[in-house]
């Protein structure tokens, strides 16, 4: 057993990441296959799932006949509609995309019902990313999903909440059947094949948050936080999950994080590491509210915009590029907030990992706006380590994935926050200010922008 490797898939919003690991938890290898958000109106954001499958097929080449099993996290909240043969009716709808000022699934569907009845009537299955490819890797008859993937369409005993499901005309019936995370629901190449999750969860496991009151932070696109407790307390704002082995996760995205990052970049026409390397030299700059795409947790508002606030002439791109990155922690911090609310328990500390954690000043600025240390893992692309945890518990390779991830991450770094970090207390009071300030001139802004955008 001890020479098994276990392939682990986190299928992104910009690309699929492939790590091969063995049961210890070290990483072997590791492949990234990117593809393109298509946006064909303003707030909207779709992709097409052939990508996705194109790039599946590109990590199997690459490590698939090594594998005793594979398993796979995704991004959550992207919709696809398929016809009874599996295939895509439509470019699959993102999590970024706000037609319906919203992502749930209830409010995709009654959009797609109303605006392309003809896609609705043909649709037999509606499909998150990481079950759309494991039915097709595994030539599913009946999809698999799971609950922590459903996590708005379920009640509290992880079965699909029906009165939920019934507000949509046949909703129920396009629905897969829901089974646990961790167990394998076919093969491929004589490997296991397990059903997964969302990307959130391939995160938990894979930054060793498996007991009460450990917390963390991921930093990809978005930036998505989490707690975990014995306790649940609802809290507006903030998704609880139902409870995996006696805990739940206390969890939600912001909309932007490392896109905010790359939107910067790209406005000013330099590389994200001339901006990193800029925001080294900032201080005293504006304040940037992160809100490009509208926002997520705990806001849910997607009228929301960004905006710099504080400008002076004497600015330039450190100063600006600095107020990118404390913008992002300052999001994280109110969503942190909210989280030891729902939670009943505060973090002591939050372990890092995804793209924006290889910063060591951005790790450095959310130490000091969080006032927590930041541990970051030694695996950058946890949701690619926490997959392979569950297909190592699907092939029964380990006891359970819980105690895998506990002996099989390793933290890099802890960054602590700084004795001069005080002013930073002052300057999140303002931002979680200038939101409600701007809400009203965020609202006609967005209003405004509808009327130029077509409904379908």
């Excluded at 963390?216 to 609802?234: K, Q």
């Amino acid at each position: 057993m001890a020479g098994e490797l276990v392939l682990g898939i986190d299928l992104g919003t910009t690309a699929l990441k492939a790590g091969l690991f063995d049961l210890a938890g070290t990483q072997v290898a590791l492949a990234q296959f990117e593809y393109p958000i298509q946006r064909p109106w303003p707030d909207q954001a779709e992709q097409d799932p052939a990508a996705w499958l194109a790039a599946f097929d590109r990590a199997l080449s690459t490590f698939g006949g090594d594998v005793a099993a594979i398993g796979i996290c995704s991004q959550a909240n992207t919709h696809v509609f398929v016809d009874a043969e599996g295939a895509p009716l439509r470019p699959a709808i993102l999590w970024q995309d706000q037609r319906c000022g919203g992502s749930s699934l209830v409010a995709r569907a009654e959009w797609v019902l109303r605006e392309e009845p003809d896609v609705w009537q043909a649709t037999r299955w509606v499909l998150s990313p990481k079950d759309f490819v494991t039915s097709r890797l595994c030539a599913l008859a009946e999809p698999v999903t799971d609950a922590l993937m459903s996590f708005d369409l379920v009640d509290a005993s992880g079965a699909y909440d029906a009165e939920l499901v019934a507000s949509v005309e046949g909703l129920a019936e396009r629905l897969p059947r829901i089974e646990r995370f961790d167990v394998a629901i076919g093969e491929y190449a004589n490997a296991a094949v397990v059903n997964g999750t969302m990307d959130a969860w391939g995160n938990v496991y894979g930054s060793s948050v498996v007991e009460h009151g450990d917390a963390m932070d991921v930093a990809g696109t978005s930036e998505i936080l989490g707690l975990l407790s014995r306790n649940a307390f609802p809290v507006q704002g903030v998704v609880t999950f139902v409870p995996v082995d006696g805990l739940h996760l206390h969890a939600g995205p912001t909309q932007a994080g490392g896109a905010a990052l790359a939107w910067f970049a790209s406005v000013a026409g330099r590389s994200i590491p001339d901006v990193l390397a800029a925001a080294a030299s900032g201080s005293f700059g504006p304040i940037f509210l992160p809100h490009l795409l509208g926002e997520r947790a705990p806001l849910w508002d997607a009228d929301a915009r960004g905006a710099f606030i504080g400008l002076s002439s004497d600015h330039s791109l450190p100063e600006l590029s600095r107020a990118v990155l404390e913008g992002v922690a300052y999001s994280a911090r109110h969503l942190l907030e909210e989280l030891e609310h729902a939670a009943g328990v505060e973090a002591e500390t939050l372990n890092a990992s995804g793209g924006g954690s290889q910063s060591d000043l951005w790790c450095q600025i959310k130490a000091d706006v969080l006032a927590r240390p930041i541990a970051r893992v030694a695996v950058r692309h946890s949701g690619c380590l926490g997959a392979a945890l569950m297909a190592a518990t699907g092939a029964g390779l380990v006891p359970s994935v819980r105690e895998a991830a506990r002996d099989a991450v390793r933290i890099e770094r802890v960054f602590e926050p700084r004795d001069d970090r005080a002013p930073y207390d002052e300057l999140y009071a303002a931002y979680r200010e200038l939101y409600r300030a701007l809400q009203p001139t965020h609202a006609i802004l967005a209003g405004l922008r509808r009327q130029a955008v077509p409904t379908s």
